[in-house]
């Protein structure tokens, strides 16, 4: 059964960087490609990038510099990094996977909310 | 970048209605386009894959169409627990862009 989990801080101060841990079960990082997206309070989702399973990364360029994404395949572990916070980085952070052969997001964690503050 | 232009952004329907929802990409996908559910709280829910695939578990009341640049999903006789925002996304190339999202309220 393919779960995903996100784990995070609920606040961040501004300036300061986010990380957040998308740990999966079900399947293995070097199968599955996982995803990182993002959903501000009253919006909608937001792609931010990709840890492809051969170990490559893709970002949305609207993040520029500030996005890193990272994996431990030991501890089935994908890792969110992203500096100079600004509040309206006030989001839900979800990871989202897909089955092998399609880029449709199959499967979701419950996301972690992550306010920014002042 | 391709852009995904989603409309409308709400509707109010009674339960029994056609739903229809129309997404437009700035760019060719092929028919690489999905479309997910997302209820209060939750986290979406893809309900049809590229491909306009019915994924499984879910209702055949949901449907897509659509080739190139112009999609449409929609939803027959549509039901009180079908409210929700829908969003559409299309999955041809990165970033993998989505639709505004369409609020759905039954009446």
């Known amino acids: 059964q393919v779960q995903l989990k996100e784990t995070g801080p609920d606040l961040v101060q501004l300036t300061q960087t986010l990380s957040i841990t998308c740990t999966v079960s079900?399947?293995?990082?070097?199968?599955?490609?996982v995803h990182w997206v993002r959903q501000p309070p009253g919006k909608g989702l937001e792609w931010m990038g990709a840890?492809?399973?051969?170990?490559?990364?893709d970002y949305n360029s609207a993040f520029k510099s500030r996005l890193s994404i990272s994996r431990d395949t030991s501890k089935s572990q994908v890792f969110l990094k992203m500096n100079s916070l600004q509040t309206d980085d006030t989001a839900k952070y979800f990871c989202?996977?897909?089955?092998?052969?399609?880029?449709?997001?199959?499967?979701w964690g419950q996301g972690v909310m992550v306010t920014v503050s002042s | 970048e391709t852009t995904v232009t989603q409309s409308p952004a709400s509707l109010s329907m009674a339960v029994g209605e056609k739903v229809s929802i129309s997404c437009k990409t700035s760019?060719?996908?092929?028919?690489?386009m999905n479309w997910y559910q997302q209820k209060s709280g939750e986290a979406p829910k893809l309900l049809i894959s590229?491909?306009?695939t019915l994924r499984p578990g879910v209702p055949s009341r949901f449907s897509s169409s659509g080739y190139g640049t112009d999609f449409v999903f929609t939803i027959n006789n549509v039901l009180l627990g079908d409210e929700g925002i829908y969003y559409c996304?299309?999955?041809?190339?990165?970033?993998?862009?989505f639709g505004a999202g369409t609020k759905l309220e039954l009446k």
């Open positions: 989202a996977s897909h089955n092998y052969g399609s880029y449709s997001f199959d499967y």
């Open positions: 079900g399947f293995s990082l070097t199968t599955y490609n």
């Open positions: 840890m492809w399973n051969g170990g490559g990364t």
């Open positions: 760019t060719d996908i092929d028919d690489d």
């Open positions: 590229e491909g306009n």
């Open positions: 996304q299309q999955s041809d190339n990165v970033p993998y862009t």
